[in-house]
């Protein structure tokens, strides 16, 4: 089971492994959404950074703020040691 903590907005944060393409792995704190979609969202320098490949497409996605178009990238994810 996932262990997590909720912060001064009342918002669940909980670690990630973000797997980067050398296999290193960097531990981040995440923040549950929960209308979640499949998606993380990433900063593109973060991605780059990870050695993650650009996939070469754009997806629009609904945000709390409206539309958003994102850069998708492949790469992998550590989520309750899994």
Avoid at 17 to 42: K, P
Wanted: a negative charge.
């Amino acid at each position: 089971m996932i262990s997590g903590e909720f912060n001064s907005n009342g918002e669940l944060i909980f670690e990630i492994g973000l797997i980067a393409a050398d296999g290193d792995i960097i531990t981040v704190n995440a923040l549950l959404d929960t209308g979640f979609t499949g998606w993380l969202a990433i900063d593109t320098q973060d991605a780059e950074s990870l050695g993650w490949i650009f996939a070469n497409q754009k997806e629009t996605m609904k945000t709390a703020r409206g539309n958003a178009q994102f850069n998708l990238y492949a790469g992998f994810v550590i989520f309750d040691g899994e």
